[in-house]
């Protein structure tokens, strides 16, 4: 399984961006797709995952009611839809496929290169 992300750019606070993350098969090893970010000089943390099979998402506080993680099994496609954009969302945004959809980056095994979000104004 490969991922592939795209569609961040920059956007003025309150705007909005989708992120998609094409994934090249959707198999039991990587019925999950959790999405992860990294501002400069910050750790890599969690923003949101979800189990494709059974369409179960999970957010971290600081995204929930703002951000919508939904799958496309038909292209095999995750979308991370970000609205109310603040600057401290912006860093870069990676996907990664794994077991369970899961909070911990330890439970994923395959990584995107990541794509850039900036939010500024």
């Known amino acids: 399984v490969q991922v592939v992300e795209s569609g961040g750019g920059l956007v003025e606070p309150g705007g909005s961006l989708r992120l998609s993350c094409a994934t090249s098969?959707?198999?039991?090893?990587?019925?999950?797709i959790g999405w992860f970010r990294q501002a400069p000089g910050k750790e890599r943390e969690w923003v949101s995952c979800?189990?494709?099979?059974?369409?179960?998402?999970l957010y971290a506080d600081s995204v929930k009611g703002r951000f919508t993680i939904s799958t496309d099994n038909t292209n095999n496609t995750v979308y991370l839809q970000m609205n109310n954009l603040k600057p401290e969302d912006t860093g870069v945004y990676y996907c990664?496929?794994?077991?369970?959809?899961?909070?911990?980056?330890?439970?994923?095994?395959?990584w995107g290169q990541g794509t850039q979000v900036t939010v500024s104004s």
């Open positions: 990664a496929a794994g077991w369970i959809c899961s909070d911990y980056d330890g439970r994923y095994d395959v």
């Open positions: 098969g959707f198999t039991s090893e990587a019925d999950a």
């Open positions: 979800i189990a494709r099979s059974v369409d179960s998402t």
